[in-house]
């Protein structure tokens, strides 16, 4: 690899069709200079077909959610590529991939394919992204349209928004998320994230104040539109922004009987 292709690595993506409910209907696989493979979900003709024009070389991913990881064993003894995870977090990457990593990475490290490892947790507690000249691999922090899932027991807001905080300062070139397309206007979609969660704290902490004492009646009445379907992921929301109020004693949250006051 020369020298110039290290400063401006090439980003590829590739769409892969998941059983998964997700956005789009498929998780976003990327190959970085034909060489680090991020986020394999699982087998598709052309993510094969991508595989096998490469020389992979490194294999990593932003976090252990099953939409992001379902292929990394098959990839990893197809390819023999070095298999990469967040330190610390080896035995939950493990319980997702089915495979041990060969080594780890933590903040700042420099992967050997011109990809730097930042930590942005907040939709998962591992989740990193893979910084580049050419953009940053942003896995579930950001999409170019909808929302993000932060939502308990893993979603912690305040994490999330410091991660889309830290995504704003960079002001990278574009993302590359998990789902979707291209992020061209990085610093517009995640300023319009970090508003859109605000705006749900708001509409958690008016209906506490206004006497909503469990999560369902918070759910309630913070949520205007038809839940059906996705009930269960806004209640962990909810769940999620009431433990971020409570860390800033703003509310008063028993986790255990799901009762919520104002402060």
Do not use: Q
């Amino acid at each position: 690899m020369t020298p110039s292709s290290r400063d401006r690595p090439s980003v590829r993506r590739i769409a892969v069709p998941v059983e998964d409910p997700v956005p789009t209907g498929s998780t976003n696989a990327y190959l970085v200079d034909d060489a680090l493979l991020v986020d394999p979900p699982a087998r598709s003709d052309d993510l094969d077909a991508a595989v096998a024009d490469a020389s992979i070389e490194h294999l990593a991913v932003t976090h252990a959610h099953p939409d992001h990881v379902g292929a990394v064993a098959h990839y990893a003894a197809e390819t023999d590529a070095t298999v990469w995870c967040r330190r610390g977090r080896e035995g939950r990457f493990v319980e997702a991939t089915g495979t041990g990593p060969d080594r780890t990475f933590v903040e700042g490290t420099d992967l050997p394919t011109g990809a730097s490892v930042l930590d942005v947790p907040g939709h998962a507690p591992d989740h990193v992204a893979f910084e580049t000249d050419r953009g940053v691999l942003c896995g579930d922090v950001a999409t170019a349209e909808g929302s993000v899932a932060v939502a308990a027991p893993e979603g912690d807001v305040r994490a999330y928004l410091v991660a889309l905080r830290r995504l704003i300062a960079r002001d990278p070139p574009r993302l590359f998320p998990g789902h979707g397309p291209v992020i061209e206007e990085p610093r517009t979609a995640c300023e319009r994230l970090y508003r859109h969660r605000l705006d749900r704290e708001r509409r958690v902490l008016d209906a506490v104040r206004a006497g909503a004492g469990d999560v369902d009646a918070v759910l309630d009445a913070a949520y205007d539109a038809d839940l059906a379907g996705v009930r269960d992921l806004a209640r962990r929301t909810v769940v999620a922004h009431l433990e971020k109020l409570a860390t800033e004693r703003r509310v008063d949250f028993d986790r255990d009987a799901e009762t919520v006051a104002p402060r």
